[in-house]
């Protein structure tokens, strides 16, 4: 029976995620046979996987001149991966016959190529080559190129990719919508180097569209889930800009569409006096609706009122069974919440270290700071060098 091309395609494919030793070296040898003709007619899926194939370097066939030749083809048909590709045989698997000062000026060719060809990309209306291109000239900056003027060249392909997005995004699709006004509020897929040399009137601007996005997307969306989302980042920006008042009504209206992250955003609202009266009592009573719910974030706030007696009266017993519920959690998807887990088991080893509602327990509170560690605080590293755990190292 004669496989198709993508099925060939497949098998080379399956054959180079194998590990060392591994795969079926004659199966894959054939399919490269096979693919080669249309490889040599322009295919540039084809020639690709022909220079994967021949720099695979764990079966007799690797041949880095090979692979370099097919790979050239395939860069010239615009596949950037492949230019990339030959750049990294020159800096790390070079052919033997290749001199060092050859070999510098090759490694300069592929890398340029490589952007020149994600540049093309994007200046043909392509946001995904615009955030690759924004995030190598940070992290894999051409080397004639010094890195601030690096993070300068970023911050344009930055300003390309959120023109193509917005471009995108104004269709009217609410996922574009939420996509762009994501990255204006987070930051999202921003190199740090990039986010720190914004200024705050950027910061600005960014902030007002990812409101206007989200207002869109709150006032025009069908499903409810959506409006909820969008109420709640909404608020996020507002808070970020310092207008509070606008920020907790944005809070309440996503606790009304049962967001439940919103809940200890209006209980902070409450504790700080943002944009409303401080109240402590309604904060306990807002952190206490959200834990209620199982929202992370809430959960810390009440445990936090009873600890210090925070809008009614202290109460280390509550404050711990708040604290294990969030600490018994496990699985959780996102780092935010393991990050949640990780204080709430920091503050149980607090708890045992010094005797908070609990006999001081050495053993117990070192374990804690232990788990803690684990879930991202930094807290727990420190508290770990207590010369009171000198024993348990």
């Known amino acids: 029976m004669t496989r198709s091309l993508t099925e060939q395609f497949n098998i080379i494919k399956k054959f180079i995620k194998c590990h060392a030793g591994e795969g079926d070296h004659v199966q894959a040898r054939q399919a490269a046979e096979t693919i080669t003709p249309a490889a040599e007619q322009g295919d540039g899926t084809a020639q690709f996987l022909l220079g994967r194939y021949f720099s695979w370097g764990y079966h007799s066939d690797c041949d880095n001149r090979k692979a370099i030749y097919w790979y050239e083809k395939a860069a010239n048909d615009g596949n950037p991966e492949a230019a990339e590709q030959i750049m990294n045989i020159y800096r790390n698997d070079c052919p033997d016959e290749t001199d060092t000062d050859e070999r510098k000026t090759l490694i300069l060719k592929w890398h340029k190529r490589w952007f020149d060809i994600f540049a093309a990309k994007a200046d043909n209306g392509s946001a995904n080559a615009a955030k690759a291109l924004m995030n190598l000239y940070v992290e894999d900056c051409l080397e004639d190129i010094n890195p601030q003027e690096g993070v300068k060249t970023a911050r344009k392909w930055y300003d390309r990719w959120i023109e193509l997005l917005s471009a995108k995004a104004s269709k009217g699709d609410v996922a574009d919508k939420m996509l762009l006004a994501d990255i204006l509020l987070y930051g999202d897929d921003v190199p740090e180097e990039l986010l720190d040399c914004f200024t705050n009137e950027d910061d600005e601007h960014g902030l007002l569209k990812a409101i206007q996005l989200y207002k869109e997307i709150a006032d025009g969306a069908n499903n409810e889930a959506l409006k909820a989302e969008a109420c709640y980042k909404m608020g996020r920006a507002y808070h970020d800009l310092g207008e509070e008042k606008k920020a907790l009504a944005c809070f309440k209206k996503a606790v009304k569409l049962n967001y439940h992250e919103a809940y200890a955003k209006v209980g902070d609202a409450y504790l700080y006096g943002n944009g409303v009266e401080q109240d402590d009592v309604q904060a306990r009573k807002w952190y206490r609706k959200g834990a209620e ?3 992370i974030t809430a959960m810390l706030g009440l ?13 280390y017993d509550k404050a711990m069974i708040e604290y294990l519920h969030l600490a018994e959690r496990t699985g959780n998807r996102w780092k935010h919440q393991a990050v949640g887990i990780g204080t709430a088991l920091y503050e149980l080893g607090n708890m045992y270290l010094n005797g908070l509602g ?10 804690y700071f232990k788990r803690a560690v684990s879930h991202y605080n930094r807290a727990a590293e420190n508290a770990l060098n207590n010369k009171k755990f000198r024993d348990f190292k």
Do not use: H, M
């Not at 609990?358 to 374990?367: G, T």
């Open 358 to 367: 609990v006999e001081v327990d050495l053993r117990k509170a070192y374990d």
């Open 303 to 315: 445990a936090d009122c009873y600890k210090n007696g925070i809008g009614g009266k202290q109460d």
């Open 293 to 295: 719910l199982g929202e």
